[in-house]
């Protein structure tokens, strides 16, 4: 390739990715020559400038037409700037909760730590723009080796410590399994662009290979089931979420999920959506979805289950997270025309009320001293807004009306009777009645017992996180058909499929 080649690509379109990567490179050069008496919080301000404006050029793309750089392997479309917006806009209110949580007496790499989750972010966005298994394969682990070492910055805490190895050793291998599939997909089809490998699969399948490609599929969704954490891959997920710093259990519950799920999406969707014209069905898909579908609803229960035991409530939203996982699942295993509408909601409703109520369980545990849910005794009573906004993210966490997440949980619901997956579709309501009781556990906890009568202390960075997450979580709630239209005209997350 000449350099006339090479300066002819549109590098423009990657631009939001160069502003990251600088960024964090420029943060890391600059940590060097800092001294170390100087405050290391300008690291942290200059790094949410930079998601500010890398968020800017995302927006600017918006509506574009779909552009690929890189002979395909890099693509623009309305399914990569949706994602990209979700990264981006939880990367800013974990920052934002990270400004006062962060100390250096607890963690000794200040600085490391933000610029860490620049590169996790930068990972995920390269993850959401690939057309090609190599560059989804770099964005997943350029994520996952961010975040393995973020989980265990606090290095002089020993649960931080187990939680860290643990995730890096059930995180290497779901790597290495993933890989393991992607191999077979390329050993059948000579090729790693998704786009080549979906008009190759259809001929391997005509030539009696639907065994491999059957073990390429279920290989490559193991390893990625660990992302997003569903049972039974689910195991890491308590000792990280309870051992990790509160904002980075925040941005695993949905930065780390949402690309999670981006990488399913696109993968799946492009490669394996194969039809055969012998039995004039879309194989793979048609004769898996049952066992996706198997996998969401026991993610739904044993998730809710489980999460009715804890007392830490670190743990009991890491369960939540499980079964969360399991119903913005239902949609990919019911394979309904509006499926990708109906996740792209749901994870941006996620957004909100997850790293809201994250958000107040950090203040409650920075003033308290403690993780367990004892600390939200009389909350009310002591911090009425705190209050009043947990119980809102709880609320649409549970899926009750008027908030995000009872309108994600109703359009899934009704896919999946659209579909005419009644028993999914009942499962979600069982595991929802389920997690009422932990939900309003908390809840309880608030409004009905006694507990310490002097104000919570609120920074200004979890204040700014409480109300632009109720804002969100509200919004979509009252105006959801507004919300969807705006995604339809604004987001065409089918361009995928072209």
């Known amino acids: 390739m000449d ?80 994602f990209k917006l979700i990264f981006l806009v939880g990367a800013a209110l974990v920052f934002l909760l990270s400004l006062d949580y962060i100390k250096k007496k607890d963690t000794p790499h200040e600085a490391e730590y933000y610029y860490l989750i620049l590169t996790a972010v930068l990972g995920a966005m390269i993850l959401a723009s690939s057309a090609d298994m190599i560059t989804m394969f770099i964005g997943l682990e350029l994520l996952s080796l961010s975040t393995y070492i973020l989980v265990g910055m606090r290095k002089k805490r020993l649960q931080s410590n187990e939680s860290a190895f643990k995730y890096v050793v059930n995180g290497g291998i779901a790597t290495a ?9 390329y050993g059948l089809t000579g090729t790693t662009n998704l786009y080549v490998v979906a008009e190759r699969l ?10 491999v490609i059957f073990f390429a599929f279920f290989l490559t969704f193991v390893g990625l089931a660990f992302k997003i954490a569903v049972i039974p891959f689910h195991m890491w997920t308590p000792d990280v979420y309870q051992g990790a710093p509160t904002p980075i259990t925040a941005f695993l519950s949905v930065v780390s999920k949402a690309a999670g799920f981006a990488f399913i999406l696109r993968f799946f969707l492009i490669s394996f959506n194969i039809y055969d014209p012998a039995s004039g069905q879309i194989m793979v898909f048609s004769q898996t979805t049952v066992f996706i579908g198997i996998i969401a609803a026991i993610t739904i229960i044993v998730g809710n289950v489980i999460a009715l035991r804890q007392t830490n409530v670190k743990r009991m939203f890491a369960y939540s997270s499980v079964a969360q996982a399991g119903y913005i ?9 509006y499926m990708l509408d109906m996740m792209l909601f749901y994870l941006v409703a996620y957004l909100f009320m997850n790293i809201g109520a994250f958000a107040i369980i950090q203040a409650v545990s920075q003033d308290t001293g403690t993780e ?21 993210f709880l609320i649409s966490l549970a899926g009750l009306p008027v908030t995000a997440g009872f309108f994600g949980k109703f359009y899934i619901f009704l896919g999946s009777l659209d579909a005419g997956n009644w028993w999914l579709a009942t499962v979600m309501v069982l595991g929802s009645v389920i997690s009422y009781y932990y939900y309003f556990g908390v809840i309880r906890q608030m409004y009905l017992r006694a507990g310490s009568e002097t104000s919570l202390n609120t920074t200004y960075g979890i204040g700014t996180v409480i ?20 995604f339809a005209s604004n987001f065409n997350i089918y361009d995928i499929f072209r």
């Not at 399994?177 to 997909?185: A, D, E, H, K, N």
């Not at 367990?372 to 809102?392: C, D, K, N």
Request: net charge negative.
């Open 3 to 82: 350099l006339e080649t090479l300066l002819s690509y549109p590098w423009g379109i990657m631009m939001p990715e160069f502003i990251i990567l600088g960024v964090a490179t420029f943060l890391s050069l600059l940590d060097l020559f800092l001294k170390d008496k100087v405050d290391r919080k300008i690291i942290a301000w200059l790094g949410l400038a930079g998601i500010g404006v890398a968020l800017l050029f995302v927006i600017k793309n918006i509506n574009e037409p779909i552009q690929h750089i890189l002979y395909e392997t890099f693509r623009l479309d309305g399914f990569a700037i949706g």
């Open 177 to 185: 399994i993933t890989l393991y599939g992607l191999s077979f997909v």
């Open 202 to 211: 259809p001929i391997a399948l005509q030539q009696g290979y639907d065994l």
């Open 329 to 337: 699942l239902v949609p990919f295993a019911v394979f309904s025309p």
């Open 372 to 392: 367990e849910l004892s600390g939200f005794a009389g909350l009310y009573h002591r911090s009425p807004f705190q209050a009043v906004t947990m119980s809102i």
């Open 467 to 486: 109300v632009l997450c109720t804002f969100g979580t509200l919004l979509l709630g009252v105006f959801p058909s507004y919300a969807l239209d705006f």
